[in-house]
């Protein structure tokens, strides 16, 4: 296995440094849509998993425009970056890399929440809170969408093998 088997989980951590239930609804959404992950993690199939997963994604996207929303880089907020870039990291890493996958995740959001939280400040201050969110909202979720829609397959197998 190559490095770029591993970039849709350096992906995937890219999109949870801005949006941290976008991975997990986003999986949850490829759940539904009868798609599989290459990594193997039972937790995804569960669908007590599917439909909080979704809640929280939408939950995040509004709570994201209220004025006492925290800044993503507060311990919670990277706690939730390292959890859902850890677990979507692994699922989309091949089978038997998971744990490479999730690492490469969690090593990329991390550090990117920093960036991303800059560059949300400066466009609030440019556009204010609400567009900000809602542009950043449209980014992230079709990035989101996008690698996972490009990694996972109808019967399990990954596009990238």
Do not use: C
């Not at 849709?8 to 999109?15: E, K």
């Not at 699922?91 to 690492?103: I, N, S, V």
Request: aromatic content about 2%; overall charge positive; glycine content about 12%.
């Amino acid at each position: 296995m190559k490095a770029p088997d591993l970039l849709p989980s350096a992906l995937i951590g890219a999109v949870a440094s801005a949006r941290s239930m976008t991975p997990m609804a986003a999986l949850a959404a490829a759940h539904l849509a009868k798609r599989k992950t290459p990594g193997r993690l039972r937790l995804l199939t569960h669908p007590l998993f599917t439909a909080g997963a979704l809640a929280m994604g939408v939950g995040e996207l509004y709570g994201d425009k209220m004025k006492s929303a925290p800044d993503r880089t507060v311990f919670l907020g990277l706690l939730a970056r390292v959890m859902s870039a850890g677990i979507a990291g692994s699922a989309l890493a091949p089978k038997g890399r998971e744990r490479a996958g999730g690492l490469v995740a969690v090593l990329t959001a991390v550090p990117l929440a920093y960036l991303t939280l800059a560059g949300r400040k400066r466009a609030m201050r440019r556009i204010g809170q609400t567009k900000s969110g809602l542009i950043e909202d449209l980014l992230i979720v079709a990035s989101g969408a996008a690698v996972v829609a490009g990694t996972v397959r109808k019967g399990g197998t990954s596009r990238r093998r």
